[in-house]
């Protein structure tokens, strides 16, 4: 590979990362032809860019973005090496367990998930706990609203009462 086709490799996926900062990185090596079209169209399905890469021009890449979590990804930089981009946390660790379970592959290595390294396969079901941006603005939402929601509960409650009540008495005489 030329040096040329190296430096556009590294600049597309510094873009990339811009763009979608969490990351998780795979091994992909062994799945055939069939297996690795269907990972794809799973990954296209769920807005998840897929991309394989070499270990040296990702480590540059990683080297030029600067982020010191970054650095704790550089071990897990050996063999096949998958990239997958994305802007719901939690959607590749998802797809990478349950196509694992069928197929033995994709191998979670490492992610950098909302400026956090995660490492090691441990590290998956931990990830597939995060909750999104939006998951978690709609929990705050919720939070906020139980209040206002209550006494607006018990406001319509005491109305409801007090008609009751009004209409018991004038029932009564």
Same mark, same amino acid.
């Given at each position: 590979?030329?040096?040329?086709?190296k430096?556009?490799?590294?600049?597309?996926?510094a873009?990339?990362?811009k763009?979608?900062p969490?990351?998780? @990185?795979v091994?992909?090596?062994?799945l055939?032809?069939?297996k690795?079209?269907l990972?794809?169209?799973e990954?296209f399905?769920q807005?998840?860019k897929?991309?394989v @890469?070499k270990?040296?021009?990702l480590k540059?890449?990683l080297e030029?973005?600067g982020?010191?979590?970054?650095?704790?990804?550089?071990?897990v930089?050996?063999?096949s090496?998958?990239v997958?981009?994305?802007e719901?946390?939690n959607?590749?660790?998802r797809?990478?367990?349950?196509?694992?379970?069928?197929?033995k592959?994709p @191998?979670?290595?490492?992610?950098?998930v909302?400026?956090?390294?995660?490492?090691?396969?441990?590290?998956l079901?931990n990830?597939?706990?995060i909750?999104s941006r939006?998951?978690l603005?709609g929990d705050i939402?919720?939070l906020i609203?139980?209040p206002?929601?209550r006494?607006?509960?018990? @406001?319509?409650?005491a109305?409801s009462?007090?008609?009751?009540?009004?209409k018991?008495l004038?029932?009564?005489e």
């Amino acid at each position: 590979m030329k040096k040329e086709q190296k430096g556009q490799i590294i600049e597309s996926l510094a873009a990339q990362l811009k763009t979608t900062p969490d990351f998780y @990185v795979v091994n992909i090596e062994g799945l055939d032809a069939g297996k690795t079209s269907l990972l794809r169209r799973e990954c296209f399905a769920q807005n998840i860019k897929l991309v394989v @890469v070499k270990n040296t021009l990702l480590k540059r890449t990683l080297e030029m973005a600067g982020i010191e979590e970054m650095k704790l990804l550089f071990p897990v930089l050996e063999g096949s090496t998958a990239v997958m981009f994305t802007e719901n946390v939690n959607a590749p660790a998802r797809l990478i367990k349950s196509f694992g379970q069928e197929n033995k592959k994709p @191998v979670f290595k490492g992610a950098l998930v909302q400026e956090c390294a995660y490492v090691g396969e441990d590290q998956l079901d931990n990830l597939i706990n995060i909750k999104s941006r939006e998951e978690l603005i709609g929990d705050i939402a919720g939070l906020i609203l139980s209040p206002a929601q209550r006494l607006v509960l018990a @406001v319509k409650a005491a109305g409801s009462n007090m008609a009751g009540i009004v209409k018991t008495l004038a029932e009564r005489e």
